[in-house]
């Protein structure tokens, strides 16, 4: 009997917490966590506000480069500060709900979990005069009492592509903007602090932090705003299947982001060069097993962005690769720059020389393309895949500063 009653209270913790956990809370299911990487153009939220002394802060930096962004509030600390609110509406932000206690999901009772959500939402649209629209728990943290409660409440659960760890104490305002910059794409969502412990480090990082981005080409908009920024689906679950198991493969195999920025449209990391007997057009024979650059397409940014626009995209990210063919320990003796994919046209057109793969690797390359146009949503039916290569000089020579 007992372990009957254990293996019950087992089950429905499952039910309570680990789904939630796995599928909402890291899969992103039912939430939005990202925008479409065609635009330019990201969302900064900041959670925990209002507060007196470290918001209008917040709210100076964003207004002195024009950035919008959303600001997850508390309810009561809205009712007291309405003015904060006021000044946050006026100025083009977006105002959304994150409690009205601030309170872990796992910490709360079922009945209090349903339920906070409406109220957060409710107390805080008196403030502001207007409906809530988006919904994003404390810590990001749900049950099925937050997700059931977020439904009866007509919310959007946001979540978030980027973490800036403003909150941990060991992180400066160096590093917290470090940390953003190298993890930010087009359509992110970044996750800061205007109140509490996170406000310590994000007030001091946030003008670098705006400057940079700014300079980078981006626009800071509000989440409502976001292009493509609509809870995730069956075919955005899949599409973060693969952008997960990219970046397993990158650290299986130490593939490292250009430049260490993951908007950038390439990945390098170093190999021994896999083929045999290839030569290039001036007669150039490429031993196997020598040092080599093997360099990566970001695939959902290539995606969103469509081939013409990559192909203006790539010239540019080719001198940031050159940079690190110059800079990084690891690619200092690369003898060769190349790539295996089905993307060989748009390659050549970059000045990469065109070499035909064994039929068994085109094969196998093949099929691989094209579980990855279905994972990423494109059309099914990749070109051939072929070897693209340069020589070290003739890269450099081509994209080097």
Same mark, same amino acid.
């Given at each position: 009997?007992?372990?009957?009653?254990?293996?019950?209270?087992?089950?429905?913790?499952?039910?309570?917490?680990?789904?939630? @956990?796995?599928?909402?809370? *890291?899969?992103?299911?039912?939430?939005?966590?990202?925008?479409?990487?065609?635009?330019?153009?990201?969302?900064? #939220?900041?959670?925990?506000?209002?507060?007196?002394?470290? !918001?209008?802060?917040?709210?100076?930096?964003?207004?002195?480069?024009?950035?919008?962004?959303?600001?997850?509030?508390?309810?009561?600390?809205?009712?007291?500060?309405?003015?904060?609110?006021?000044?946050?509406?006026?100025?083009?932000?977006?105002?959304?709900? +994150?409690?009205?206690?601030?309170?872990?999901?796992?910490?709360?009772?079922?009945?209090?979990?349903?339920?906070?959500?409406?109220?957060?939402?409710?107390?805080?649209?008196?403030?502001?005069? *207007?409906?809530?629209?988006?919904?994003?728990?404390?810590?990001?943290?749900?049950?099925?009492?937050?997700?059931?409660?977020?439904?009866?409440?007509?919310?959007?659960?946001? +979540?978030?592509?980027?973490?800036?760890?403003?909150?941990?104490?060991?992180?400066?305002?160096?590093? $917290?903007?470090?940390?953003?910059?190298? *993890?930010? #794409?087009?359509?992110?969502?970044?996750?800061?602090?205007?109140?509490?412990?996170?406000?310590? #480090?994000?007030?001091?990082?946030?003008?670098?932090?705006? #400057? &940079?981005? +700014?300079?980078?080409?981006?626009?800071? $908009?509000?989440?409502?705003?976001?292009?493509?920024?609509?809870?995730?689906?069956?075919?955005?679950?899949?599409?973060?299947?693969?952008?997960?198991?990219?970046?397993?493969?990158?650290?299986? +195999?130490?593939?490292?982001?250009?430049?260490?920025?993951?908007?950038?449209?390439?990945?390098?990391?170093?190999?021994?060069?896999?083929?045999?007997?290839?030569?290039?057009?001036?007669?150039?024979?490429?031993?196997?097993?020598?040092?080599?650059?093997?360099?990566?397409?970001?695939?959902?940014?290539?995606?969103?962005?469509?081939?013409?626009?990559?192909?203006?995209?790539?010239? &540019?990210?080719?001198?940031?690769?050159?940079?690190?063919?110059?800079?990084?320990?690891?690619?200092?003796?690369?003898?060769?720059?190349?790539?295996?994919?089905?993307?060989?046209?748009?390659?050549?057109?970059?000045?990469?020389?065109?070499?035909?793969?064994?039929?068994?690797? !085109?094969?196998?390359?093949?099929?691989?393309?094209?579980?990855?146009?279905?994972? @990423?949503?494109?059309?099914?039916?990749?070109?051939?895949?072929?070897?693209?290569?340069?020589?070290?000089?003739?890269?450099?020579?081509?994209?080097?500063?």
């Amino acid at each position: 009997m007992k372990r009957r009653a254990l293996a019950a209270l087992g089950g429905a913790l499952l039910v309570y917490l680990g789904l939630p @956990y796995l599928l909402v809370q *890291q899969a992103g299911a039912g939430l939005i966590r990202e925008g479409r990487r065609e635009r330019r153009e990201l969302t900064l #939220t900041f959670d925990d506000g209002p507060d007196p002394v470290t !918001t209008p802060l917040v709210l100076d930096a964003l207004r002195d480069t024009q950035a919008r962004a959303t600001f997850f509030v508390i309810a009561n600390r809205a009712e007291a500060h309405p003015d904060l609110i006021r000044r946050m509406l006026d100025e083009g932000h977006e105002v959304g709900a +994150h409690a009205a206690r601030h309170v872990h999901a796992w910490l709360r009772t079922p009945w209090d979990g349903f339920l906070d959500p409406a109220r957060s939402a409710r107390r805080i649209g008196v403030v502001t005069g *207007q409906p809530v629209r988006f919904h994003r728990p404390p810590h990001g943290a749900y049950s099925l009492a937050t997700v059931l409660g977020q439904r009866m409440a007509g919310l959007t659960g946001a +979540h978030w592509s980027v973490e800036a760890r403003d909150w941990d104490p060991a992180q400066s305002p160096t590093e $917290v903007k470090e940390r953003v910059l190298a *993890q930010v #794409t087009p359509g992110a969502v970044v996750v800061l602090h205007d109140a509490g412990p996170g406000a310590r #480090t994000t007030v001091p990082a946030l003008p670098g932090l705006l #400057t &940079e981005l +700014h300079s980078r080409g981006y626009r800071c $908009v509000p989440l409502g705003e976001l292009d493509g920024a609509i809870p995730l689906d069956t075919a955005g679950l899949r599409r973060r299947l693969f952008i997960g198991l990219d970046a397993v493969y990158d650290r299986l +195999h130490q593939v490292r982001p250009t430049e260490g920025r993951a908007d950038n449209l390439f990945r390098t990391g170093r190999v021994t060069f896999p083929l045999h007997g290839v030569k290039l057009s001036n007669g150039t024979l490429i031993p196997q097993g020598i040092p080599a650059a093997e360099f990566h397409v970001n695939n959902p940014l290539l995606v969103d962005l469509g081939l013409r626009r990559s192909v203006r995209l790539a010239r &540019e990210d080719f001198r940031g690769v050159a940079r690190d063919l110059r800079t990084r320990a690891d690619l200092k003796d690369t003898q060769v720059v190349f790539c295996l994919s089905a993307l060989s046209s748009l390659l050549a057109a970059l000045g990469f020389e065109t070499v035909d793969l064994p039929p068994a690797d !085109t094969r196998r390359l093949q099929r691989w393309a094209n579980v990855l146009r279905r994972g @990423y949503g494109s059309v099914p039916g990749a070109p051939q895949p072929k070897l693209s290569i340069l020589s070290r000089e003739a890269f450099l020579e081509r994209y080097g500063d």
